[in-house]
Structure formats: C-alpha cells, structure tokens
C-alpha cells in the first residue's frame, strides 16, 4: 500500500538532518468540518501519521476506527495533508488572534503604550504609569462574565501561544536529542473529543493543527512534543491572524509515538 510505503519512508529518514528541514518546512495543516464528519463519531482518537512522498513531508489522518479496520479510502476515511504558511520567523511575535474585542490584546496595547510613552521618566513613574493602565483596563471587567473571558484568553496564550514559540526556538535542541536516541516522531494519537470541541461546540469550519512545545526543560525533551488545535480561517494569510480558541483542557493533547508504545497505530505494524 502506497500510504504505508510513504510512513515507512519518513520513519528512514526521520532522525536524520533530512528529517529535521522537514519538519522546519512549515507550520501546520489542516482538517475541514466536511472531512471530520466522514469519520465515526464513536472514535476515541485521531491517528496523525508523518510520511515521506517525493522527497517532501507530508502527513495522513485518519479515526481509530478506521484504522483499526484497516479501511483506507483516500480522501473519505484516511486524509492526505501538506503543510501551509511558511514557517514563523523566529523575529516575529507568535501567532495571536487579532480581533477587535479580544481583551487580552487591548491590555497588552494599552501597558506597552505607556511604557512607551514614560521611557524617559524614572523608574517610579514609569511603575505608576503601569498600574494607572492595569487599574484602566481592569476596570473594565466589571462582570463574571467579562473576568471568566480575560482569564481564559490568558490561559489561551498560555496553553497554545507559547508552546508554538518554543517550538520555534528550541526545535533544534529537540531534533537533536531525539535523533540521538532514534525517537524523532512518527505518528501522535490526538483525542477525538477535541476535534468535537472545535467543529461542534466552536462551529469551525477548519481545524489548524501546529507542533508546540510543552516545556523547555535543561536536559530532557523526550515527551515535550505535542500537536495542538486552533481554530483556523482559510481567508487569513498570515499565521498572526489565527484565532485560537482552545480551552484549558487541550493544553497538552496529544501522544507522540516514540516515545509513547505505537501498538495501536496500525499503519506503523
């Protein structure tokens, strides 16, 4: 089979140099409501697999359903993917939703404007500046609501920003510890029920899947890697302009297989 053939072509490559300016070639791919609903709803994960076809990463997903019964129909159970967007330049900010009420961004705004402002006053006016914004801003959140709201969009740079960024800066520290122990990663198991979250609680029309990291730790980054989902607006150009909506729960979503067992993903047997 031509699907397997291009997993095990990756898995020859994967702890090599090669490997790695694979996976520096983008920053995601994505998954389509219409594609989602072609799988059964009883799954419990999503099998993403990594594979190698012309020379060039290319990735397959497909329900455990399926894959279990070994039903393969491109394009109906089993989904052929390609990267988008170039990859974020490391000079850039991450990734942040740009829209008009997000509180978070507003905040931000309004302490580095005033920051900006009092650069050249003491560093006593410079702090009171600071907490005459916060105090501003804050006083805006006057209902639970508008609180819940603020601490989530916190959480949400928290639990999908940042891990994106690291991805960026430490990527290279992770390849190469990884390639060492032959690890570097084939295929991750992401719940079902977080793809339900974003095409059915969210109403997604797409799904935006990215590689993070989940901490930068001094020596080892063996479990760090993690497959994380946003939200996604095929009109936007530009990955600043993803809206993330995840909730706290996805922060650390998925299974990368190695180091995790892949006795349960089938197209690796």
């Known amino acids: 089979m031509q699907i397997k053939e291009e997993i095990q072509a990756w898995n020859e490559i994967r702890n090599s140099q090669k490997g790695f300016q694979f996976l520096q070639a983008g920053s995601g791919l994505t998954l389509s409501k219409e594609e989602f609903q072609q799988w059964n709803n009883s799954s419990d994960y999503v099998h993403l697999y990594l594979a190698n076809q012309n020379d060039a990463l290319c990735f397959y997903l497909i329900d455990d359903y399926h894959d279990h019964a070994q039903e393969y129909i ?5 989904f052929k993917k390609q990267f988008i967007h170039p990859t974020i330049n490391a000079k850039q900010q991450p990734p942040l939703a740009k829209q008009a009420n997000n509180f978070l961004i ?4 309004e302490l580095n404007s005033r920051l900006q ?4 006053s003491s560093l006593e006016q410079q702090k009171q500046s600071l907490e005459e914004g916060c105090k501003k801003m804050l006083d805006q959140l006057n209902t639970p609501l508008a609180l819940s709201q603020f601490q989530q969009a916190v959480q949400n740079q928290i639990d999908a920003v940042i891990p994106s960024f690291r991805w960026l800066m430490f990527s290279p520290q992770w390849f190469e510890e990884l390639a060492q122990a032959e690890k570097v990663v084939q295929a991750f198991k992401i719940p079902f029920q977080d793809f339900k979250f974003l095409f059915e609680e969210h109403n997604s029309q797409e799904a935006f899947l990215f590689f993070g990291l989940k901490d930068t730790p001094m020596e080892d980054f063996s479990t760090t890697i993690d497959v994380f989902l946003t939200q996604y607006d095929p009109s936007k150009k530009s990955s600043e302009e993803i809206s993330f909506v995840l909730a706290n729960r996805t922060a650390d979503i998925s299974t990368p297989c190695p180091p995790y067992h892949s006795y349960d993903l089938p197209l690796l047997n």
């Open 106 to 109: 507003q905040f931000l705004q």
């Open 74 to 78: 491109l394009g109906q159970t089993i």
């Open 117 to 120: 402002a009092a650069s050249n």
